[in-house]
């Protein structure tokens, strides 16, 4: 285990992942969107599954802006390497990310399938928190694959703005829009009630 973890290190070293600018706004988009999430979790006007949702969403976005600098996933394919080369296989490596990225994506569908389900009531006014979700997990995905095969895909830029850029901002925001609409209707729901206390039929 400790061969294995200085393999690692020697591939990977703690710091920030990203320092740039772009780096620092797509680390305050996914807090913002956390704690969007985290305060519509305590507002909204579904039942708890629902309130469950936006904490648990609440929770992955803020990993996911921790992790922006950390750079985790980068420890984890040093790792994968170092396991391979210990163990002989290597030079099948390919067949194994392959495997692998196949895997996170049946797992990313069968989430995202088990969460419409479970909220199937509620689609009006999570439906588009999900969609947010569906392009936070396609990025980390993309970003998986293309550690081998998707670089140039992502690095891409269309009127000066990186593709990368676009799409890993995409899902916090879909994320903050659909935060904000159920804080107001949660609101309106709460004044709405009020109003029929103080004035019953």
Same mark, same amino acid.
């Given at each position: 285990?400790?061969?294995?973890?200085?393999?690692?290190?020697?591939?990977?070293?703690?710091?920030?992942?990203?320092?740039?600018?772009?780096?620092?706004?797509?680390?305050?988009?996914?807090?913002?969107?956390?704690? $969007?999430?985290? #305060?519509? @979790?305590?507002?909204?006007? !579904?039942?708890?599954?629902?309130?469950? +949702?936006?904490?648990?969403? %609440? =929770?992955?976005?803020?990993?996911?802006?921790?992790?922006?600098?950390?750079?985790?996933?980068?420890?984890?394919?040093?790792?994968?390497?170092?396991?391979?080369?210990?163990?002989?296989?290597?030079?099948?490596?390919?067949?194994?990310?392959?495997?692998?990225?196949?895997?996170?994506?049946?797992?990313?569908?069968?989430?995202?399938?088990?969460?419409?389900?479970?909220?199937?009531? $509620?689609?009006? #006014?999570? @439906?588009?928190?999900?969609? !947010?979700?569906?392009?936070?997990?396609? +990025?980390?995905?993309?970003? %998986? =694959?293309?550690?081998?095969?998707?670089?140039?895909?992502?690095?891409?830029?269309?009127?000066?703005?990186?593709?990368?850029?676009?799409?890993?901002?995409?899902?916090?925001?879909?994320?903050?829009?659909?935060?904000?609409?159920?804080?107001?209707?949660?609101?309106?729901?709460?004044?709405?009630?009020?109003?029929?206390?103080?004035?019953?039929?």
């Amino acid at each position: 285990m400790d061969n294995l973890l200085d393999c690692a290190l020697t591939r990977w070293q703690p710091g920030l992942g990203d320092p740039h600018p772009m780096g620092w706004i797509t680390v305050a988009a996914y807090a913002a969107a956390a704690l $969007a999430a985290w #305060r519509a @979790g305590g507002r909204g006007i !579904g039942m708890g599954r629902e309130r469950v +949702f936006w904490r648990l969403t %609440a =929770v992955l976005l803020a990993f996911l802006a921790v992790n922006k600098q950390l750079d985790l996933q980068s420890f984890m394919t040093a790792t994968g390497r170092c396991v391979a080369q210990a163990e002989g296989w290597y030079d099948q490596r390919r067949a194994v990310q392959r495997t692998v990225i196949l895997a996170l994506m049946a797992t990313a569908v069968a989430v995202w399938a088990g969460l419409v389900m479970l909220l199937r009531g $509620a689609l009006a #006014r999570v @439906g588009l928190a999900l969609t !947010g979700l569906v392009f936070v997990f396609a +990025f980390v995905l993309i970003r %998986a =694959v293309g550690f081998h095969h998707m670089d140039s895909l992502i690095d891409m830029e269309v009127m000066s703005v990186r593709m990368n850029w676009a799409l890993e901002l995409t899902g916090p925001a879909l994320i903050i829009l659909a935060a904000l609409l159920t804080r107001r209707r949660g609101e309106a729901w709460g004044r709405d009630r009020l109003a029929r206390r103080l004035h019953p039929d």
